[in-house]
């Protein structure tokens, strides 16, 4: 016989039956009712938008149907990221 195993509870499940149900919250959220059913076996909601509706329309807080992402956040700002192509982008406005 296994032993019985302690696990988290199924906050974004609880939060999907308090705010309606399958219909409504994939309404509120404007997504596929799939993506509730990945959220209700990852046990999280991915987006971070996603969760914010969700946590409005049930009253979970947000913290527990998020989670942390990844163990580096917030990801630290690069500057070289964000400006990589604009240099051949500027040129090809400008024209000949």
Sequence with gaps: ?????????????????????????ARICRVARQTIYDWINERRVERLID????????????????GMMSKSWPFPFSHRARSAGRGRHRQTLRGP
Aim: no cysteine; glycine share 8%; charged share 25%.
């Design 51 to 66: 969760a914010l509706r969700l946590s409005r329309a049930s009253g979970v807080a947000i913290e527990k149907l998020a």
């Design 1 to 25: 016989m296994r032993k019985a195993e302690i696990s988290r509870p199924d906050l974004a499940a609880a939060a999907v039956r308090l705010a309606g149900g399958l219909a409504a919250v």
